[in-house]
């Protein structure tokens, strides 16, 4: 299956920043997903945006969508060495097909 | 409780065997899936079920075959394993095909090719 882009491939910051990370994809789409990947874990569901919503909050997550330039971004605030994992967005087409993003290794130093 | 629950956990095995892994969901969604996670963290789909109908099958190698014996299980059988089947699987599953309200994952099942 075709592969959305992210970027950064990696993003290293000190505790307490703002982490920001982008996601494009290719065709028209239904909703948008992240997902966080801890090393050696399952992915967890982190927000899902809709194709007609432009920003939505979860805690001290902030996504938001542009569907003219076809991308996303994840906005991480004030963020926490718990943070650190691998970041993935992945785009829902119109055929109901969950296309992936290669992901962004989030390191959060102390 | 565990939603998606995936058994090994890790597999260590010879080129040549034939393996399975198990998984099973408690969250009584309709839909589950197989994803291969390679060492670049590049997530591929392998196959989908729908209430035990296969509605996604990728082109992976006819080795890899599902079984779906209810909607909250969906088990992988591997033949012949080559060292190239050695990969990190996730289970995962979603509340239907639509895909429209997320995955839930398992942990994985870490397989290695010896």
């Known amino acids: 299956s075709q592969q959305g882009e992210e970027d950064p491939q990696a993003l290293s910051i000190q505790e307490g920043e703002n982490a920001t990370m982008n996601c494009s994809y290719k065709t028209s789409i239904n909703n948008l997903q992240w997902y966080r990947q801890n090393s050696g874990r399952g992915l967890v569901h982190l927000i899902l945006?809709?194709?007609n919503e432009r920003e939505k909050h979860s805690g001290r997550l902030r996504v938001t969508l542009d569907t003219s330039k076809k991308s996303s971004s994840l906005l991480i605030t004030a963020s926490r060495a718990a943070d650190t994992a691998s970041y993935f967005c992945a785009s829902l087409d119109s055929n109901y097909q969950l296309i992936w993003g290669a992901g962004t290794k989030l390191i959060i130093k102390p | 409780d565990t939603a998606v629950s995936q058994t090994p956990k890790y597999l260590v095995t010879q080129m040549g065997n034939d393996k399975s892994i198990k998984c099973e969901q408690n969250l009584g969604h309709d839909t589950m899936y197989w994803y291969k996670q390679d060492s670049k963290k590049f997530l591929k789909i392998m196959f989908s079920y729908n209430n035990k109908e296969l509605i996604i099958n990728e082109t992976v190698p006819n080795r890899f075959s599902p079984k779906s014996p209810d909607k909250a299980h969906l088990n992988l059988h591997i033949n012949s394993l080559e060292l190239g089947d050695s990969a990190v699987y996730f289970c995962?599953?979603?509340?239907?095909?639509?895909?429209?309200?997320?995955?839930?994952f398992g942990s994985g099942t870490r397989l290695t090719v010896v």
């Open positions: 945006i809709r194709s």
């Open positions: 995962a599953s979603s509340q239907d095909a639509t895909e429209a309200y997320g995955y839930t």
